[in-house]
Nanobody
Framework: QLQLVESGGGLVQAGGSLRLSCAAS????????MAWFRQAPGKEREFVAG????????LYADSVKGRFTISRDNAKSTVYLQMNSLKPEDTAIYLC??????????????????WGQGTQVTVSS
C-alpha cells in the first residue's frame, strides 16, 4: 500500500511561482515512475509532467514546457513540481501519481497505481 500527500498549492498572481511537493509513505521502495496531473473544473484530468525512478526520463506537457520542472528525491520518497511564470489557465487541482512497475508511458493516466488527493493551485490575472 502506498500513500501520497501533496502540498504547496495556493493562490498566486499571474507570472508568479509555486513549488508543489508530494510525499510518499508505505511501500515506497516499490515506487518507479512518478508524475503530476491536473484537473480543472469541468475538464478531464490531464498530464503535466512525469519522471522515471532514476530521472533517466522526463516528460512535460507542451502547455508547461519551459515553465515547469519536475524533480524527485528518492531518499525522501518525494517528488516536486517547480512552477514558474504561472498563467490563469494553470488553475486546477494538481495530483501526484506513482507507478510500481515503471517503463510505461509517463503521460498515460492508466499507468499509475496510486494517487494523492490533490492540492489546489489558483492563478489570478
Amino acid at each position: 500500500q502506498l500513500q501520497l500527500v501533496e502540498s504547496g498549492g495556493g493562490l498566486v498572481q499571474a507570472g508568479g511561482s509555486l513549488r508543489l511537493s508530494c510525499a510518499a509513505s508505505g511501500r515506497t521502495f516499490r515506487i518507479s515512475d512518478m508524475a503530476w496531473f491536473r484537473q480543472a473544473p469541468g475538464k478531464e484530468r490531464e498530464f503535466v509532467a512525469g519522471i522515471a525512478r532514476n530521472t533517466e526520463r522526463e516528460l512535460y506537457a507542451d502547455s508547461v514546457k519551459g515553465r515547469f520542472t519536475i524533480s524527485r528525491d528518492n531518499a525522501k520518497s518525494t517528488v516536486y513540481l517547480q512552477m514558474n511564470s504561472l498563467k490563469p489557465e494553470d488553475t486546477a487541482i494538481y495530483l501526484c501519481a506513482a507507478d510500481m512497475l515503471g517503463g510505461g508511458r509517463l503521460e498515460f493516466l492508466n499507468e499509475y497505481d496510486s494517487w494523492g488527493q490533490g492540492t489546489q493551485v489558483t492563478v489570478s490575472s
